[in-house]
Structure formats: C-alpha cells, structure tokens
C-alpha cells in the first residue's frame, strides 16, 4: 500500500458545502487538501500553478458547471461529482467520474466515494511503479473531450502555452491540444526519449536534427535551449558525444 496522499480540491459555490467537505477531508487520513474553490473560473488557475489528484466538485455553478469544467482537467486528475440535483449521474459517469455523492450527504457516504478514490489510485501509483516511465511507449492525453493515445515515437516536441500543451506529431501539420502543464506531463515521459530545453519546450531527442549556437532542429522548427536547462541538455549531449556550440 503506498504512503503517499492523495491531493484534493474542492469546488462548490456555497460556503457551507465547502467548509463541510473540507472537514470530511481533514478526519481523512489519506486525503490532503491542497485548495478549495467558490467557482470553476477559480478552480482553473488552482489545477494550472498546482495539479490535484482528486476534485470534491459540484455541478450546478455560475459561469461554468462543473461538467463542463471535468473536461478541460489534466487526465491526472480525477472528479468526485458533489451535487443536490440527481439528474446529473449519467452525465457524471460518462466524463469517467470516480463517484457522485448526493446533496446532502453524510461522513459515512463521503466515505464510501473517497475510498472507491483511494483504491483507484492505489492501482495507478502501483501500475507506474510496475512499468516506469523507461519503458513507456504511449501516452494518454484527454483532448476535445477524447482520450488520446499518442506514440511516444511519432512526438516531435511538446510546445506548452498558457494553460494548453500542442503536441507536434510526425507527418501531422497540426498539433493536438490539451489542457495540462509541462511539469506534470514532464514527470510522465521516458527521460532518456524527452528532455525539457526551455520553459515552454519538451523535445523528443531522437528527432533533433541539428544543434547549433544554442539552438536545436528539430522537423525544420529552431528551438532555443534556455540558460536554465542548458547544463542538463549540455550533459545528454557530452554523454552521447554531440558537439554544442
């Protein structure tokens, strides 16, 4: 069983919703709040600065509903639908909800739903563990309300850009898009394929074509190694007998 708690956000527009699942969270032992949220607006900015595991989320919110708001998370994460309206479970259960608690809901019930949760993580921490990101050869993304399986072989670069990562593929003029950061999808690629060269670029290095005055080539794009990140690409490249001028 893994040590490691699993981070949560709650997001509700009422207080006491909030306040009354924060407190199931804290008598929790292997919950940890990170964040909690009056609007999914405010909820989008939390999940960009720090990813969660896991989102207490209610349904029915101004703006942007909590449905709505499932989509655009990073495929990390996952959704706890939290709700006083029960015509929403279907569409709950189709965006891949971990569970629907229903308004109002006690200890005991919150219970049952975060432990569904703890199980389900317990299984993806152990199954990274089993086959680690060496020996991965695909990638999940979630994109236009789609998961994705892209080959690790046919990415070119990762491009991140504002809350959004285009990824270039092999003979594809245009990228796929997703709503996630580079630091998470960094931690998840294969180290000796993927190497982070600037603030905004992840490159495959089998495609880089040629390294010159601090810039690499890479499908005829010129990505410029930041200052940042030089010492560890200058590293890969000595190892591999590459010259950087």
Known sequence: MST????CLIV???????NLVESYIEKTPFLELKHKCSSAIE??????????DLLFLDIQMPDLTGIEFSKMLPKESR????????????EGFKVEALDYLLKPFDY??????ANKANTWFELVWAQKTDNPAVDKEFLF??????????????VLYFEGLKDYIKIWLKDNPKPILTLMSLKSLEEELPETQFLRIHRSFIVSLKNVETIERGQILINKERITVSE???PKFLDYINRNSLDFN
């Open 4 to 7: 490691r708690k699993i981070t």
């Open 108 to 113: 005991a019930e919150f219970l049952v739903a």
């Open 79 to 90: 959704v706890i639908f939290t709700t006083a309206f029960d015509q929403y479970a279907l």
């Open 43 to 52: 909820a989008m900015e939390c999940v960009k600065k720090e990813p969660v």
């Open 141 to 154: 993304i979630k994109s236009e309300h789609k998961q994705l399986r892209i080959k690790l072989a046919d």
């Open 228 to 230: 940042h990140y030089k």
């Open 12 to 18: 509700d527009d009422e207080p006491m919703a909030l």
